[in-house]
């Protein structure tokens, strides 16, 4: 049975640099083979490098979304103002609509699909 602080620790996100051994571990380590934790320390700070690199990976996705959703809506009001412009106003208005509210629904959908 894990108690209050074992389920804490488990619910949050472990870092790297808290894993790493103490100073007499790592001396320890050195001793039997040297380089050893030099090694360790060079494998962490990659691994962070390379969570850095995922975040702003991440970012650059979701502002390209954003960027590509808002130009759909402005291709689409642009055909919506042309169909007008020539008579079919029912049509114009049908396309926009639909086509707005379909892809704010697949928004919506990924943004609370995220948040469980």
């Known amino acids: 049975m894990a108690t209050d602080g074992q389920t804490q620790q488990a619910a949050a996100p472990s870092s790297r640099w808290a894993d790493l051994p103490t100073a007499t571990q790592a001396k320890k380590w050195e001793e039997v083979s040297p380089g050893t934790f030099e090694r360790i320390m060079k ?3 990659l691994a962070e490098r390379h969570d850095r ?3 702003w990976a991440d ?16 291709i689409l009001a642009f055909l919506a103002k042309y169909l007008a412009d ?4 029912a049509t ?4 926009f609509g ?3 509210a379909s892809m704010v629904s697949v928004f919506v959908a990924n943004r609370s699909k995220k948040r469980r």
């Open 86 to 89: 020539r008579g079919a106003t």
């Open 53 to 55: 690199l995922m975040d």
């Open 59 to 74: 970012v650059t996705v979701r502002v390209l979304g954003l960027l590509c959703g808002l130009a759909s809506v402005a």
């Open 98 to 100: 639909a086509s707005t």
């Open 43 to 45: 494998a962490v700070e």
């Open 92 to 95: 114009a208005l049908t396309l």
